[in-house]
């Protein structure tokens, strides 16, 4: 199947923007007297998230500036760093989180349209020391903002992600697995289609079948709903990031 990266450079950022749209939507649903309110991410609340997704537009731009200018900017100063800021992020008020949000895409955008064919091919580094071209921070931010937008919890669902952004997210967490030697003998399996993403190979073969939307759900760590199991038990999944 076609992945995210097989697509010409013009899908790519039609994607990522589809995405960054969607987000913004759900975003719009939430009332500021929700921000507080826990998600899903544990020990996050909606403004942590909120922050979270808007400093990493920035630090996108960093990578951006970067593959521009040549000047090495990194994404974060450290993984220390990020942190400060989404716990800082956390304690803006909605109204400030809205206006973080709508400078950070918007910056984004402008990057990446005066970002010349060349450039797209200059090598950055991510945050967890992948180098990588410039033109990945189209899957890295469209990975965000598809996932974020249902962890907002207002309405999106993983049903509304578009099926090249699920396989890619199968295929990706499950080589994420295989690479830190975690989920032996577990096959997901897209009941629609029949295929099959799979870590490693094991003696004890756990096969787990549902909607493409459910298993990518299921691996990203957001619910074991809508996931049956060879074993009849669903075991939670290994750790993705």
């Known amino acids: 199947m076609t992945t995210f990266h097989d697509l010409p450079l013009e899908e790519r950022l039609a994607l990522a923007r589809l995405g960054t749209s969607h987000y913004s939507r759900q975003l719009s649903l939430v009332d500021n007297a929700e921000f507080g309110e826990e998600t899903i991410l544990k020990g996050w609340t909606r403004s942590h998230l909120i922050a979270h997704v808007a400093y990493n537009a920035i630090a996108l ?15 974060y100063a450290s993984p220390q760093a ?9 304690t803006l008020s909605p109204d400030a989180l809205r206006n973080l949000h709508e400078h950070s895409v918007a910056r984004l955008d402008v990057d990446w349209r ?8 200059h090598e950055v580094l ?3 020391g992948r180098t990588v ?25 993983f049903g509304d992600l578009p099926e090249v952004i699920l396989h890619t997210l199968a295929a990706e967490i499950t080589a ?23 870590a490693a190979a094991g003696e004890n073969e756990i096969v787990l079948t549902g909607s493409l939307a459910g ?19 669903v075991p939670e999944p290994p750790r993705w990031l």
Request: charged letters at 20%; aromatic letters at 8%; hydrophobic letters at 35%.
């Open 82 to 90: 990020r942190n400060e800021e989404i716990a800082y992020g956390s």
């Open 126 to 128: 991510t945050a967890q």
């Open 114 to 121: 005066e970002t010349s064919q060349e450039a797209w091919s």
């Open 176 to 198: 994420k697995w295989a690479g830190q030697g975690a989920g032996e003998g577990l096959v997901l399996v897209d009941e629609s289609s029949g295929v099959r993403y799979s």
């Open 133 to 157: 071209p410039a033109s990945e921070t189209l899957w890295m931010r469209s990975r965000e903002v598809w996932i974020h937008a249902v962890d907002l919890g207002a309405v999106a669902t």
């Open 215 to 233: 298993i990518v759900r299921y691996a990203s760590g957001r619910g074991l709903d809508g996931v049956t199991s060879s074993i009849g038990e």
């Open 61 to 75: 731009c960093n990578l951006m500036h970067w593959a521009n200018s040549g000047e090495k900017t990194p994404m």
